[in-house]
């Protein structure tokens, strides 16, 4: 029994120390820190998920923190972010970002006056 218990303290010490580098948890925070207006979409693929589409440029998005109070497809929303570099998933859609603060906006007006 002690020696599972020591192979797991090995391990888990091991996958730990991992966190650590360049790319995973403590890169979430970066200083590659900008503002986007844009709105969240819903894109069927890979078992579904929600990004957001910049207004201004077309950029997309990948948010790992959404709230799901935002996780619906049409909203717009003014995003303070931090782009997540050293990261891949299998969405292979957007950049991944974190979102520091999110605020609903209110959608464009299509009449023209």
Sequence with gaps: MT???L?????????????TKPGYATDLKSSHEFT?????????????FYGIEERATGNK???????AAFQQAGI????????VKDISGIHMWGEYIH???????PPLSTQTQ
């Design 61 to 67: 998005y990948l948010p790992l923190n959404l709230p």
């Design 3 to 5: 020696k599972k218990l």
């Design 7 to 19: 192979f797991m303290v090995i391990s888990l010490s091991l996958g730990l120390s991992q966190l």
């Design 99 to 105: 979102i520091q603060s999110i605020e609903p906006i």
């Design 36 to 48: 986007l207006i844009g709105k969240v979409i819903y894109i069927p693929l890979e078992g579904g």
């Design 76 to 83: 717009e929303v003014q995003v303070q972010a931090n782009k």
